[in-house]
């Protein structure tokens, strides 16, 4: 949020037009300046949860006297800055405020914003079942706003927090419901990127069921749906060596590794991403006793992990494939972060 407030991103135009409304309440855009200055001051100072009630003012003022569109995308704002600052109870609060808005005038794509900033705050405290309930109102609101493909989302959403909640069971029928609704889209092609992550989600969770079949099918889908995005074939390559590694096939586990950290490196994003790969490597050498070659390669994964990517690339890289970064275990677990951090150069 700027230091001029969070008004200023939709600011005054917002409010031309609305003259005659402004006319039944004499002042309610000065109020809003100071409001919106008041909640700038407690956010900057750390104590943004004392903003509740003045948020709560400032979000009526707008849907009466404005519009219903500029108090959602104000309060989803503040929103998203109590979510950064840990706050995550006035953060639900201001989600919940926004979807109110957004559900006015029938804005999915806001819906499915805040709806998602709700998921994962839950998910994030291992509410697991908040979370998933969370995406299921979503989804029906967002079938309603004839968001098809924003609801499938939510049910591929849904089924990585099941997974991860240790419900993989439940994550099934989620991806079926999501493969469902995209299947009613073939006329209007979905997003290739939806299409993957239902597939490769679906493959994950088949890896880890030690589904062979069903991950090789669900891997071929998610090939298709990737086309010649070198960036999705980099998760498509993980996959196949976690297969690979399930078979004993160490060198295939390797080799799959190299090429799934090559694509991520070579397109300008993923780096934290190309360094799990790399790291994984070094680590399977240790363990076969080739140590010289894997200090080598842990060296590498640990300047890659340090390495500065583009700025957000990192980010842009998980908004595409969400929510199967949730379930994906492309993390590396504190011992051996701490290793890289000892190796970096």
Request: proline content about 2%; overall charge negative; charged content about 25%.
């Amino acid at each position: 949020m700027s230091d001029q407030g969070p008004m200023t991103d939709t600011g005054q135009d917002g409010w031309s037009g609305h003259s005659a409304r402004s006319g039944q309440a004499e002042g309610w855009k000065e109020r809003c300046d100071v409001l919106a200055r008041e909640i700038n001051g407690l956010l900057r100072s750390g104590v943004g949860g004392e903003a509740r009630a003045k948020e709560a003012e400032l979000f009526q003022l707008l849907r009466v006297h404005s519009s219903a569109r500029l108090a959602a995308d104000t309060v989803h704002t503040i929103a998203r800055h109590h979510y950064a600052a840990g706050d995550t109870a006035s953060a639900l609060s201001a989600f919940r405020d926004a979807r109110t808005g957004y559900l006015e005038v029938s804005d999915a794509d806001g819906l499915a914003e805040a709806d998602r900033g709700t998921a994962l705050i839950h998910a994030g405290a291992l509410e697991w079942g908040r979370a998933v309930a969370a995406l299921h109102e979503s989804a029906r609101d967002l079938m309603q706003l004839g968001a098809t493909e924003k609801a499938a989302r939510a049910h591929l959403s849904a089924a990585a927090f099941r997974t991860v909640g240790g419900r993989i069971s439940d994550a099934e029928p989620e991806l079926d419901t999501a493969d469902r609704l995209l299947n009613t889209l073939a006329a209007t092609d979905p997003e290739h990127d939806t299409r993957f992550v239902a597939a490769i989600t679906r493959a994950r969770l088949a890896v880890l069921r030690h589904r062979t079949r069903d991950a090789e099918a669900a891997l071929v889908r998610a090939q298709t749906a990737a086309a010649q995005d070198r960036l999705l074939t980099a998760f498509i390559d993980d996959q196949r060596a976690q297969l690979a590694l399930q078979r004993g096939d160490v060198s295939a586990y390797l080799d799959l590794l190299e090429q799934a950290a090559a694509k991520f490196q070579e397109q300008g994003a993923g780096a934290s991403m190309a360094s799990v790969e790399v790291a994984r490597i070094g680590l399977a050498l240790e363990q076969q006793g080739d140590r010289d070659r894997a200090m080598r390669t842990l060296r590498r994964a640990a300047n890659l992990y340090v390495s500065s990517p583009p700025a957000g690339a990192d980010e842009s890289v998980a908004a595409r494939v969400t929510p199967y970064l949730v379930v994906a275990n492309l993390e590396l677990d504190e011992d051996t972060l701490q290793r890289l951090a000892r190796l970096s150069s």
